[in-house]
């Protein structure tokens, strides 16, 4: 029995019985409909009918909620309600609609792929050359003949990020000659802060990795911008902070006012998730779906439960995200990257990871101070290198579709990899050195091949 206040994440929300509207979920439109328009003509449209939904279907309860003193959001991303802190009188109340309504308490869901840390290094300014690991996947090499990511935003949800760092603080969105502007630039769901910080150092090293400056070194994409949702508070990630995250990202807003009119232009080509837990969850698919809908792609690291088969964790394991495993300097899967296969359905599909990069021993930026790097594995450091060659990708042909960076990135990974660290060399009866494989996926991604193959898409 409860006995508390709880924090209250309601998915299904109808008005109360008295109201004439019934809930019902946003039917997308259709494919052939969709691909007629631009990605700001369907992000627009997308988040227009998510809002006009979430108005329609809840308008009553809320203001019913919010009558009896209650703090509730709507998350119209996936037509929800958050209630903070509902009472056991309140809860029962909900439970007596006539209505059905899923009603379940706010918990963390989901942790970050906890890297290992392998050294801290402080006061190391810039100059250094590229990194082995931006080296390997041969990113160096196309920043002169096509792109270093110009023109294009990435975010990510994580623990957050140090904005001021000395490898962040010039591709930081927000940023413009020495002053700061975080409206629309950065999403804390707990408003603890409006302005970036990160108290892990997780969101700051992906981030580094995505689309830290050349002069340091550690960036895919260092001509990229970036903005950031912490929709993890730590090492944990909660229902709604995640939520909040996929929704704020969708069509971001002015500090201090994270219900009101969101902008479509500002969301980013590509978000990276370094984060998830368990097998089969399709908790996060409807947040998910809206982004890859209007054209943004969503990558997820595969997990850190290997070395075993069949490891492969939520959301990494979602047809519609790309899944990424982790990779070292010898090219060899890290003995932690979670393997395949998947469930085996159309939506926890048989082959995970989709894809892999270099994971083991990833130097990147650190927020302890403005001038500090770390050395972490995990397939946390690997999805970032995706997403920074994916930030490449749209730089140089913004008209480039989901699942033809997809499709590219799996047709130009290197297959010129060596056996696995620890554990099986087949998983299901699927060697290694057979592609795809539930090891490596479709291979290593190789930069240069493919924006190479991005070039010849171009029109």
């Not at 940023?175 to 630039?185: E, R, S």
Request: charged fraction near 15%; glycine fraction near 10%.
């Amino acid at each position: 029995m409860l006995t508390r206040p709880v924090d209250l994440a309601l998915p299904r929300c109808p008005p109360l019985p008295s109201a004439p509207t019934q809930f019902k979920s946003r039917t997308p439109a259709p494919a052939e409909v969709m691909a007629k328009l631009t990605r700001e003509e369907r992000l627009r449209k997308i988040y227009t009918e998510l809002r006009e939904l979430a108005t329609a279907t809840q308008a009553d309860l809320l203001a019913s909620i919010k009558a009896r003193g209650f703090s509730a959001r709507t998350m119209w991303i996936n037509n929800s309600l958050y209630i903070k802190a509902a009472t056991p009188a309140l809860i029962q109340e909900l439970r007596n609609l006539k209505n059905a309504i899923e009603i379940y308490a706010d918990t963390e869901v989901a942790r970050i792929d906890e890297p290992m840390v392998e050294q801290e290094i402080h006061e190391v300014k810039g100059g250094l050359r590229a990194q082995w690991n931006i080296e390997l996947i041969n990113a160096p090499a196309v920043w002169g003949n096509y792109t270093n990511g110009q023109g294009v935003t990435l975010a990510n949800i994580d623990t957050g990020v140090r904005y001021t760092h000395e490898a962040l603080f010039a591709n930081y969105r927000g940023y413009n000659n020495g002053n700061y502007d975080h409206d629309y630039n950065w999403y804390d769901p707990r408003e603890v802060q409006f302005s970036p910080y990160d108290n892990n150092g997780h969101g700051t090293h992906t981030m580094g990795t995505s689309a830290g400056s050349a002069e340091t070194g550690i960036g895919v994409a260092p001509g990229a911008q970036w903005i950031a949702a912490k929709g993890c508070a730590s090492s944990s990630c909660s229902n709604a902070d995640l939520m909040g995250s996929f929704q704020y990202l969708l069509a971001p807003t002015r500090q201090e006012d994270y219900d009101g009119e969101g902008d479509v232009t500002k969301a980013p080509t590509v978000i990276n998730n370094s984060w998830g837990g368990g097998r089969g969850s399709s908790t996060y698919l409807s947040y998910i779906q809206p982004h890859v809908e209007a054209g943004t792609v969503v990558v997820f690291s595969q997990g850190n439960s290997g070395s075993a088969c069949s490891t492969a964790n939520s959301p990494g394991d979602l047809y519609l995200v790309i899944g990424v495993g982790s990779t070292d300097s010898s090219d060899r899967l890290s003995s932690f990257s979670s393997r395949g296969p998947g469930i085996g359905t159309d939506t926890f599909p048989l082959q995970k990871p989709d894809i892999s990069a270099p994971g083991s021993s990833v130097y990147s930026s650190y927020p302890t101070t403005d001038t500090s790097y770390a050395t972490l594995s995990g397939t946390s450091m690997a999805a970032p290198h995706v997403t920074g060659l994916v930030a490449l990708l749209r730089a140089h042909n913004p008209s480039l579709t989901v699942d033809e960076i997809t499709q590219i990135l799996k047709d130009t990974a290197t297959h010129n990899v060596g056996a696995p660290t620890g554990g099986q060399t087949t998983c299901a009866g699927v060697a290694y050195t057979d592609w795809p494989n539930y090891h490596y996926g479709y291979g290593r991604i190789d930069a240069i091949a493919a924006l190479d193959a991005a070039a010849k898409l171009r029109k």
